[in-house]
């Protein structure tokens, strides 16, 4: 079995058009009529992993913290579509969210971000997850905190292979004090 922990981070993105109909002041409010302006996708490092791990059929759980909102509720069931097990503790607040304004060439302009609900994966609530103990292989996102990554690195670095995806480079340090124990860092471009 493979464990993943990590964040669901939900990506909304807001692509600004120009006015639509000639001769509309350019100087009115943003149009957002077209189709496809908005777009709400379901994301994270480690909810992609498990997701593209349970297309290829293999045996996956999802570890994680979701807030109690529509966007936690919806990123659990595209989870248990795509085949995999989910071990999500639901907490009060908003489930992660980005937010990108784009411009018309779709390069994003403005991001907010919103990661608190993140904080919750403790490394009480990952070892808890009875599932664990029979992994094989646990994968860790850079997005939940240092504490767990550790806490996990040195409880089953022995026993699983354990992968590393920083998810962003100011997350790299984060595995530095147990680098022995993982079996492999996966850095993106």
Do not use: W
């Not at 480690?46 to 293999?58: D, E, F, H, P, S």
């Not at 989910?86 to 991001?111: F, S, W, Y």
């Not at 103990?133 to 860790?140: H, K, R």
């Not at 996102?141 to 590393?164: C, H, L, M």
């Amino acid at each position: 079995m493979i464990i993943v922990i990590g964040g669901v981070i939900n990506s909304i993105q807001i692509k600004v058009t120009p006015p639509e109909k000639e001769g509309q002041d350019p100087n009115a409010a943003i149009s957002l009529t077209k189709k496809d302006n908005i777009k709400v996708i379901s994301a994270g490092s480690g909810y992609n992993i498990a997701k593209y791990l349970a297309q290829k059929g293999r045996d996956v759980m999802f570890v994680s913290a979701v807030g109690n909102d529509a966007l936690g509720m919806a990123a659990e069931e595209e989870l248990k579509k795509a085949g995999v097990k989910t071990d999500l503790r639901i907490v009060n607040g908003v489930t992660p969210v980005d937010v990108e304004m784009q411009n018309i060439l779709g390069d994003v302009e403005m991001l907010r971000s919103n990661h608190q609900v993140l904080a919750e994966i403790s490394p009480k609530m990952v070892l808890e997850c009875e599932q664990i103990e029979e992994a094989d292989i646990i994968v860790m996102d850079g997005s939940i905190p240092q504490e767990t990554i550790e806490t996990v690195a040195k409880e089953y670095g022995g026993r699983a292979k354990v992968f590393y995806d920083p998810a962003g480079a100011v997350n790299g340090s984060k595995v530095a004090s147990v680098l022995q124990e993982i079996y492999c860092v996966m850095p993106g471009r």
